[in-house]
Structure formats: structure tokens, C-alpha cells
């Protein structure tokens, strides 16, 4: 079968159940407990590795990392946009070095401004448009992104990472989406050697480098139903 790796997927973290208005908003205590009872999980199937990522750079997020980190020693990644980085609700450049002194916890490029690099059309993510004007494009712009206007948030959100001192090799699609091309521009960046996706399933010695797969974790998740998906996906590694 081979190593196995769970990335499991926090976003918005939240202390009480009402402040959850977001489905992928979890509290701290659900994540925590959800962790917990995922690495009683694992150990009993085997060697199966856990990596916890933290999308989008939310401010609550802070105080997640920390105790995660300290109480179950599994790596943490932030996957940030760094042009979300410091407005009203987001980690600032200051809690992104504290953390990234931590030990297990990292940071990787989520873009610069978290739009979708790619868009759906019939179920299928459309053919990108060649060339275009290397700019970047509104948070929650809809419109198809240009060549030049992907490789804006490949190249200036790792560049911004770099300038404060963040290396990193992995980059994190925004909301998940990508096609062949996209993927080949991230190869062409130079800048990363890894990306992930938001498709669940475990990564394994075979995961294309490119295309790894992320477990989301949302807010009605239940242990029973996490642990009947992953006994599935085990029979077909």
C-alpha cells in the first residue's frame, strides 16, 4: 500500500457554534476534537501520516495553529493570499512570522487575492485565455482569468512570501479549481514544487506532486461519516 497521507482542511474557525455562519466554519473545540479522534483513527489502520491546512488566512486561525501544534505535533500549513494579509477579520504579516517560527507550522501561497484561477462551464473548468495583461484581478471576481493574470497570483503571491522571510514550495489553488493548463503554468513558475488540491482522498508515494488531495472540513461534519469515507478510499490503496 505504501505511506499514506490525510491533509485535512480547516477554514473559518470560530469559538461558538452561532458564529458559525459560513459551512466551512468550524468551532475550535469541533477541530480539535475532529483531529483527535482522526489520529486514534489512523494509528489503528496503520502508518497513515496527518497534516492539518488552514485556508485563507483567517485571524482566528491563530490561536488554532498554536494549540494544534502544541498538542498533537502534526504539521500545519497556512495556505494565505497575501493580498488579504492584514485587512479587517485576517492574520497580519506580523502573526504570519510568529507562527511560521513555530515548530510544524509553515506557510504556502494561496494566491494573491484568492480569485479562482479557473472557471466552470457545464461541469468542466474552461480553457484559459493566452496572453493577456499581467494584473490582478478583484477577490471575488467571476470573470475567466488570462494566462499573464495567473501567473500574477503565482508569481507576486510567493514573491510577497519570500520578501518577509516565508519560504515556501507549495501553492494551494483557490477554491480548489484547476486544469491541465493551470497546472503547467505552476510548473513553469519555477517557484513551487508542490500543488494541492481541494479533491478529498489520501496522497500517496503516486500523488502527482501537482495534484495533491485535500480533505475540507465542514462545519456538520461527523466523525462517523469522515470514518466511513476513509475506510472506502484505504480499499482502493
Not at 477554514?11 to 466554519?25: G, L, Q, T, V, W
Not at 469541533?30 to 489512523?42: D, R
Not at 497534516?51 to 495553529?65: C, K, V
Request: charged letters at 20%; one cysteine or more; aromatic letters at 10%.
Amino acid at each position: 500500500m505504501g505511506s499514506l497521507r490525510l491533509n485535512l482542511v480547516f477554514h473559518e474557525i470560530n469559538r461558538f457554534p452561532h458564529e458559525n455562519e459560513s459551512r466551512f466554519a468550524v468551532t475550535e473545540d469541533f477541530g480539535l476534537g475532529l483531529i483527535k479522534e482522526l489520529l486514534v483513527f489512523l494509528e489503528s489502520k496503520g502508518h497513515i501520516f496527518l497534516s492539518i491546512w488552514l485556508d485563507d488566512g483567517f485571524e482566528s486561525q491563530r490561536s488554532f495553529a498554536e494549540l494544534a501544534a502544541k498538542e498533537f505535533g502534526v504539521p500545519i500549513s497556512l495556505a494565505i493570499s497575501t493580498g488579504l494579509v492584514g485587512l479587517p477579520g485576517y492574520l497580519s504579516w506580523n502573526d504570519l512570522v510568529e507562527l511560521g517560527k513555530l515548530t510544524g507550522i509553515s506557510v504556502c501561497s494561496h494566491g494573491v487575492s484568492h480569485s479562482a484561477l479557473g472557471a466552470y462551464q457545464q461541469g468542466t473548468v474552461m480553457p484559459i485565455q493566452r496572453g493577456g495583461v499581467y494584473q490582478n484581478v478583484p477577490k471575488r471576481s467571476n470573470a475567466l482569468l488570462s494566462e499573464e493574470e495567473i501567473r500574477y497570483q503565482l508569481v507576486e503571491s510567493g514573491n510577497t512570501l519570500l520578501r518577509y522571510g516565508l519560504t515556501t514550495s507549495s501553492f494551494v489553488y483557490p477554491h480548489g479549481i484547476y486544469n491541465n493548463q493551470i497546472v503547467e503554468l505552476i510548473r513553469e513558475s519555477s517557484l513551487y514544487s508542490k500543488a494541492y488540491t481541494c479533491d478529498p482522498g489520501f496522497e500517496t508515494d503516486k500523488t502527482c506532486p501537482f495534484l495533491i488531495p485535500r480533505t475540507v472540513a465542514y462545519g456538520n461534519i461527523a466523525m462517523v461519516r469522515l470514518r466511513a469515507e476513509l475506510e472506502t478510499w484505504l480499499r482502493f490503496n
